[in-house]
Nanobody, 115 residues
Framework: QVHLVESGGGLVQAGGSLRLSCAASGSNFAINAMGWYRQAPGKQRELVAVIPTGGSINYADSVKGRFTISRDGAKNTVYLQMNSLKPEDTAVYYC?????????WGQGTQVTVSS
C-alpha cells in the first residue's frame, strides 16, 4: 500500500507560479512512475506530466514550456513547478504513483488561476 500526501495548491493570478509537491510513503513499495493529472469541472481527468522510473518525462501539450516535473528519489517525492499559469489551468490536481503495477492517487489539491 502506498500513501500519497499532496501540498502546494492555491489561488494565483494569471501569469503567476505555483509549486505542487507529493510525497509517497508505505512499506515494500517500488515506484514505477510518478506523475500529475488534473480534472477541471465538467471535464475528464487528464495527464499533466509523468516521470517513469528510468524513462522519459512526458508532458501534455498544453503545459509544455510552462510546467516542469521533477522527482526526488531519496524522498519519494514528485514536484510540479507551474509557471505562466493561465485560467484554463484551473483544476484539481492529483498526484499519481504506479507501484508494482498498481495505481495510487492523492487526495487532490485545488489550483485556481484568476484572470
Amino acid at each position: 500500500q502506498v500513501h500519497l500526501v499532496e501540498s502546494g495548491g492555491g489561488l494565483v493570478q494569471a501569469g503567476g507560479s505555483l509549486r505542487l509537491s507529493c510525497a509517497a510513503s508505505g512499506s515494500n513499495f517500488a515506484i514505477n512512475a510518478m506523475g500529475w493529472y488534473r480534472q477541471a469541472p465538467g471535464k475528464q481527468r487528464e495527464l499533466v506530466a509523468v516521470i517513469p522510473t528510468g524513462g522519459s518525462i512526458n508532458y501534455a501539450d498544453s503545459v509544455k514550456g510552462r510546467f516542469t516535473i521533477s522527482r526526488d528519489g531519496a524522498k519519494n517525492t514528485v514536484y510540479l513547478q507551474m509557471n505562466s499559469l493561465k485560467p484554463e489551468d484551473t483544476a484539481v490536481y492529483y498526484c499519481n504513483v504506479v507501484s508494482w503495477g498498481r495505481v495510487y492517487w492523492g487526495q487532490g489539491t485545488q489550483v485556481t488561476v484568476s484572470s
